[in-house]
């Protein structure tokens, strides 16, 4: 499934997407809310902050415009749209042409 806006997961059950269009990262991202989110990073702060980053242990409340869910079932809020979220910004500035004077 493909996400079509940028967001703020809300309710999140085993959620995991591909954000490699997006950040280039091949790795699945595990997603949570913003309550687990911040849970799962006290825990690792407790425990081994640096290693716990390196493994990907603390899941992100962030969704992405372009990336894909992989699996996990949840609800979102939608927070923008089109020209205003991450994918619509990247393809305003791939449309943007450079102005460059030569020094000729």
């Known amino acids: 499934m493909n996400i079509p806006c940028d967001g703020f997961v809300l309710k999140a059950v085993e959620v995991r997407t591909d954000e490699s269009?997006?950040?280039g990262e091949t790795d699945p991202i595990k997603k949570g809310t913003m309550k687990q989110c911040q849970g799962a990073k006290d825990a690792s702060n407790r425990i081994d902050y640096e290693g716990s980053l390196s493994t990907k242990k603390v899941p992100s409340p962030v969704l992405l415009s372009g990336t894909k869910i992989l699996?996990?079932?949840?609800?979102?809020?939608?927070?923008?749209?089109g020209e205003d979220s991450c994918a619509g910004k990247i393809r305003a500035q791939l449309n943007e042409e450079d102005e460059v004077q030569t020094p000729l």
Do not use: D, L, P, Y
Request: glycine share 14%; net charge neutral.
């Open 21 to 23: 269009a997006m950040t």
């Open 71 to 81: 699996n996990g079932e949840g609800r979102f809020v939608c927070i923008v749209v």
